[in-house]
């Protein structure tokens, strides 16, 4: 059984990230994990200040006192931490961005500001379908996961979907979702 923490960067709630979503959620739940979400649209989540001042209060690590509060303490306890996020111009969307900086504060309150090491994943839905309207993100990603120490567990590039809900049509990329829960 692993923690599953999974941020939900799509400001949409019946959009495409959406459903990759409830798709992993069913696959890890099947397989007896336990998931914890955070829908970051609904939060108050404020950009990273770079005061450097953040680390001790372990509780909530931040200077900034907002809803971070809520997910310090499950992203300290998750194994697996998901990034879901619609495909924002060849990047995350701007909530994960600001939910992911935020974490830093963890990461201050141990020595060298190592960061905690988690298992990730990628559940990412966009308009571009090919591979070279994703290599920006799998660079970003591949970049960030090398720098924390982090172990990549797959990514979902959900390409060709525009409309919220247009994923629905297309049950090859929801599978995969599904499977890469099972996988956890
Ligand atoms: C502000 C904005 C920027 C976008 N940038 C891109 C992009 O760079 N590449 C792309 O393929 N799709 C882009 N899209 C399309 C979305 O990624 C696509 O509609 C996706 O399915 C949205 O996910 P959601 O339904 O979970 O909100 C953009 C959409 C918006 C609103």
Same mark, same amino acid.
Request: net charge positive; charged share 30%.
């Given at each position: 059984m692993k923690r599953i923490m999974i941020l939900n960067g799509?400001?949409?709630p019946n959009g495409n990230t959406q459903e990759l979503i409830k798709a992993f959620t069913k696959g890890a739940e099947?397989?007896?994990n336990e %998931?914890?979400?955070f829908d970051l649209q609904k939060m108050n989540i404020h950009g990273c200040l770079g005061c450097c001042k953040g680390g001790k209060d372990r509780e909530n690590p931040c200077?900034?006192?907002d809803d971070m509060?809520? %997910?310090y303490p499950e992203y300290i306890k998750a194994d697996v931490v998901v990034l879901a996020s619609p495909m924002y111009y060849w990047g995350i969307s701007g909530q994960m961005k600001c939910a992911f900086d935020r974490l830093f504060a963890v990461a201050e309150m141990n020595e060298n500001y190592e960061n905690p090491k988690k298992e990730c994943i990628l559940?990412?839905?966009a308009e571009g379908a090919?591979?070279?309207n994703f290599a920006p993100v799998k660079a970003f990603y591949e970049g960030l996961t090398s720098n924390l120490?982090?172990?990549n567990l797959g990514i979902v590039y959900a390409g060709g979907n525009m409309d919220a809900g247009a994923i629905l049509g297309k049950p090859e990329q929801i599978a995969e979702a599904e499977n890469l829960g099972k996988m956890c």
């Open positions: 799509s400001p949409r099947a397989n007896g %998931i914890v979400r200077v900034q006192k509060a809520k %997910i559940l990412m839905a090919d591979a070279d120490g982090w172990k």
